[in-house]
Every structure is written in C-alpha cells, then in structure tokens.
C-alpha cells in the first residue's frame, strides 16, 4: 500500500507561481513512478506530469509543457510539480499518484492522494 499526501495549494493571481508537494509513503513506494494530475470545474480529470522512479524520465502534457517542472527527491521521499505562469484556466484539484509503469492517464494509476486545490484569479 503507498500513501501520498499533498500540499501547496492555493490562490494566486494570473502569472504567478506555486509549488506543488506530494509526500510518498508506504510498502514499495519506491518502485513506484508518481504523476501529477489536475480536475477543473466541470472537467475530466487530466494528466499533467509524470517522473520515472528508475530514469528520472519526465512526461508533460501540451497544456503545462514549458510551464510545469516535476521533480523527485527520493532520499525525502518527496516529489514536486512547481507551476509558472499560471492562468485561470489551471485553477483546479491537483493530485499525485502512484504507477508501476510511467503514464499520464488516469486509468493508470495504481494509488492517489486525496488533493489540493489551486485557484488562479484574473
């Protein structure tokens, strides 16, 4: 079982930055990659960024690619989606998640942390 906790969230106005937490934890959470996912209002969920738990290897969605960076530190078990040039359209629940096989669908996930919310006002 991998748990993963996330934090970070908040409002910020139209071109601004965050930095997006997720704790991982639990029995074989390292074996296990970890992707970022977003809900809007009225939207399906989407997959923004995944790292590789073995090569480091980033995935990026064309919505966030250029703007968004993943990062993991693995030794504080911790990974990180640190967002720029944010805009209301990225207003929405993020959430982390755990796969054995690096993807951004969320039909691919194994685990998921319960989310945080970020708003973006214009």
């Known amino acids: 079982q991998v748990q993963l906790v996330e934090s970070g969230g908040g409002l910020v106005p139209t071109g601004g930055s965050l930095r997006l937490s997720c704790v991982v934890s639990?029995?074989?959470?390292?074996?296990?990659?970890i992707a970022w996912f977003r809900r809007a209002p009225e939207k399906e969920r989407e997959g923004l960024s995944c790292?590789?738990?073995?090569?480091?290897?980033?995935l990026y969605s064309e919505s966030v690619n250029g703007r968004f960076t993943i990062s993991r530190d693995r030794a504080k078990n911790m990974v990180y989606l640190q967002m720029d040039n944010l805009t209301p359209g990225d207003t929405g629940v993020y959430s982390c998640a755990a796969t054995l096989i690096p993807n951004l669908l969320p039909s691919g996930m194994d685990y998921w942390g319960e989310g945080t919310l970020v708003t973006v006002s214009s």
């Open positions: 639990g029995d074989g959470s390292n074996y296990y990659s």
């Open positions: 790292v590789d738990v073995n090569t480091g290897h980033t």
